[in-house]
């Protein structure tokens, strides 16, 4: 993507699940747009790939494929298709997935954007994580890898993704900046407090379906080896620790 096929700026903000990053974003987006600033927000979960990509890819490379989340289950160069037509004048599409259908939203129901776009926010929990080569070998880490991954098929296909058109689109942002939480298990208890706060909500009304305690564990299984890594090595050029009730500290320049 050249300098001249982008938007005016590209904020990158990355974090593990139930850090913040919607909240953070949208805040963002709003006090941008009231200065008077054309801002699109884009994330990696509006670029997941279909439940048919997603199972060819579970025939081809390996089961685990069949479920959205890690690297490989998204599509980004439609993300960089996106940022590039952003850079434009004229309406842009904006991709959106509707997690309760398990699928892309169809076009004629994704907003418009009318660029160029002075901001645009890019999000992802794996915003800007560099590839493990050594992935594959390693022993695992949790039950999934033990039970459904143990030559670490899938793992190296999540890192060779990595080092892919991920690492493309991670070059996209002029900044990142990483929430990054405390522990794993702190990341546990934030997405825990995120599936309650769903299952109240269908209570009152709301469709759809929250995890129970066990299919949250099989999910996040899927993310801890990357998410312990960023926690470890944190991406990006600024990094901000929280607290376990997600309180900022201060900002680290790196």
């Not at 199972?55 to 439609?78: E, K, N, S, Y």
């Not at 890019?122 to 493990?132: F, M, Q, T, V």
């Not at 190296?156 to 794993?184: C, I």
């Not at 709301?206 to 944190?234: K, N, W």
């Amino acid at each position: 993507m050249s300098r001249s096929d982008r938007p005016g700026w590209v904020l990158g903000l990355s974090g593990a699940q139930g850090s913040g990053k919607s909240t953070l974003t949208a805040k963002l987006a709003s006090i941008l747009e009231a200065e008077g600033r054309s801002c699109a927000v884009l994330s990696l979960d509006d670029v997941y790939l279909g439940p048919e990509a997603r199972a060819d890819l579970a025939r081809r490379v390996h089961p685990l494929f069949a479920v959205r989340g890690p690297p490989g289950t998204h599509d980004p160069a439609l993300a960089l298709s996106v940022l590039e037509a952003l850079g434009r004048p004229g309406p842009v599409r904006l991709p959106r997935f509707d997690k309760g259908r398990d699928a892309p939203v169809p076009e004629a129901g994704r907003p418009v954007f009318e660029g160029p776009a002075d901001v645009v926010i890019l999000e992802g929990w794996c915003l800007g994580a560099r590839p493990d080569p050594s992935a594959a070998a390693s022993a695992p880490i949790n039950a999934l890898e033990r039970e459904h991954d143990a030559d670490g098929t899938w793992r190296g296909a999540v890192e060779a993704a990595l080092a892919g058109r991920y690492a493309d689109l991670f070059k996209a942002p002029d900044l990142t900046v990483f929430l990054r939480a405390p522990d794993f298990p702190t990341v546990r208890r934030w997405r825990g407090e995120q599936e309650a706060d769903l299952a109240r909500a269908i209570a009152a009304g709301r469709p759809g379906r929250a995890m129970d305690a066990a299919e949250l564990d099989d999910f996040l299984a899927r993310y801890e080896r990357i998410t312990r890594r960023l926690i470890a090595d944190p991406p990006g050029d600024i990094v901000v620790d929280l607290a376990p009730d997600r309180t900022p500290g201060p900002l680290q320049r790196r």
